[in-house]
């Protein structure tokens, strides 16, 4: 049995509103680790907010399509996040093993929505278009702060380090 354009793109906004709902519970767990990077801090409380806003998104777009989420999903990915950030907290190196993973996730959020993009205009469904480039533009910059602060995160990290000071988190 085959499926239907629609059906492929209805899974595509189910997956991508499951990543979201990681994304959230894994940022959650970090910001509340991060008191030697108060920058980091309040760029990651930002991108919590704007996932909150990107899962609303898909929210409506699937509401639209007559749809909903998958609780099942939304609860296998949130436990996949909660893991994956317990499993940094025991890292000395906690905040770099983090800035390593946010910067992959973002790439991975960046491909999920220029996939739906297209999905999207394959389904026909293009008033989805806006909300799913607003989404996409959000994860490339936040891509791009991941980038752009990389080597001062890692440095902060060593400073703290060898003078003795708390520097995982």
């Not at 899962?55 to 296998?76: P, Y």
Request: hydrophobic share 40%; glycine share 4%.
């Amino acid at each position: 049995m085959s499926e239907s354009i629609q059906d492929i793109y209805v899974t595509g906004l189910v997956n991508a509103r499951a990543v979201e709902t990681q994304a959230i519970q894994l940022l959650s767990r970090q910001v509340e680790r991060l008191e030697s990077y108060p920058e980091m801090e309040a760029v990651l409380r930002r991108h919590i907010s704007e996932s909150e806003a990107q899962r609303d998104r898909l929210d409506q777009l699937l509401e639209e399509l007559g749809t909903s989420s998958s609780t099942l999903k939304d609860m296998v990915t949130g436990l996949m996040a909660n893991a994956a950030a317990l499993g940094h907290a025991v890292a000395p190196d906690e905040v770099i093993k983090n800035s390593l993973a946010n910067y992959a996730f973002e790439h991975y959020e960046i491909a999920t929505y220029q996939s739906l993009l297209t999905l999207a205009d394959m389904a026909g469904h293009g008033a989805a278009a806006p909300a799913l480039q607003q989404s996409l533009s959000e994860e490339e910059r936040m891509a791009q702060w991941c980038a752009d602060h990389l080597d001062a995160t890692t440095r902060r990290y060593v400073q703290l380090r060898v003078t003795g000071q708390k520097a995982g988190v």
